[in-house]
């Protein structure tokens, strides 16, 4: 990784790696989370299967609704945090802007279309295909790659790495370079990686 960041910002080396390590731990917070909501999502079915002949119904439900709609907030939250296809055109805005306010420019801002495949138990959100020896959970995962390059002077470009963190998106970091960018070597280049996960219901 030496060979990413040249001479002339050695002092700054550091707070890329960082960022980096840093937005790529959130996966560890987030799936448990999603696991425990399909957990209570099938747990749901069950009760609901049992309402009919289940006398004590009208107990069971409210705690259950209780903990379902928390269960749920969490899960929104969450989402919330993440680049999904209802959020794309606020996302690409956000950088846009994030980009013109540090006195940066922007040079790619590319965001594909979502990859998809089945979510099981115990899953691993990097692994790009499903393990079948996983149990299902009637979930997807979505994964989406956004590539950004952008230049600037290096305090800029150390300022907009350090907004972009406080984003609070959960995202994972694949990619990220750091080199002089042409002419008198006061500005560099920046160019990442990143990768955008959520869960989704299959299509009805």
């Not at 999502?41 to 009919?52: D, P, W, Y």
Request: charged share 30%; hydrophobic share 40%.
């Amino acid at each position: 990784m030496d060979d990413l960041i040249v001479k002339f910002c050695e002092d700054r080396r550091s707070w890329l790696f960082v960022i980096g390590g840093t937005l790529s731990l959130v996966l560890v917070f987030l799936m448990p989370e999603v696991d425990d909501y399909v957990a209570v999502c099938n747990e749901e079915t069950e009760v609901a299967e049992k309402l009919a002949s289940a006398e004590q119904a009208a107990a069971m439900l409210p705690a259950f609704e209780t903990r379902h709609a928390k269960q749920a907030e969490v899960v929104a939250q969450s989402v919330a945090r993440t680049l999904t296809a209802d959020n794309e055109a606020d996302y690409r805005n956000t950088i846009v802007t994030l980009v013109r306010e540090t006195g940066c420019q922007l040079r790619r801002l590319n965001i594909s279309a979502a990859s998809v495949r089945d979510w099981g138990q115990q899953d691993n959100p990097l692994e790009k295909t499903y393990n079948k020896k996983l149990k299902p959970t009637g979930f997807l995962l979505e994964r989406r790659q956004v590539s950004l390059s952008l230049a600037g002077p290096s305090a800029s470009v150390r300022r907009l790495v350090e907004q972009f963190e406080q984003q609070d998106k959960e995202v994972y970091v694949e990619g990220l370079e750091l080199k002089p960018d042409a002419g008198d070597g006061r500005r560099v280049e920046l160019n990442m990686e990143l990768w955008y996960y959520t869960l989704a219901r299959p299509a009805a």
